[in-house]
């Protein structure tokens, strides 16, 4: 790259992990910031699991905790939930 000058800064989350050497205050809204939003339960959820998922996407929206690419992770977790239920 023409015209640029030493390394590229490390981006915050690295530096927090790193405890944050220069002790200056870092921006860690800087990274990936997905959409929150509800994703659509996937089909193969049991009827359980389905109640769980109900249960807990309001909490986590709620909360700014979940966004589309968690849907399997919270799918996995609803599959657990439902069969402890069971």
């Known amino acids: 790259m023409a015209g640029s000058r030493g390394p590229m800064p490390k981006p915050a989350a690295l530096k927090l992990l790193e405890?944050?050497?220069?002790?200056?205050?870092?921006?860690l809204g800087d990274g990936v910031n997905p959409r929150i939003e509800i994703p659509a339960p996937p089909r193969h959820l049991g009827?359980?699991?389905r109640k769980e998922w109900k249960r807990?996407?309001?909490?986590?929206?709620e909360l700014g905790l979940i966004s589309g690419l968690d849907r399997t992770a919270l799918a996995l977790y609803c599959q657990a939930a439902g069969r402890l239920a069971e």
């Open 56 to 61: 807990i996407t309001p909490l986590l929206e």
């Open 47 to 49: 009827k359980e699991a």
């Open 19 to 27: 405890g944050n050497p220069g002790k200056r205050a870092l921006n």
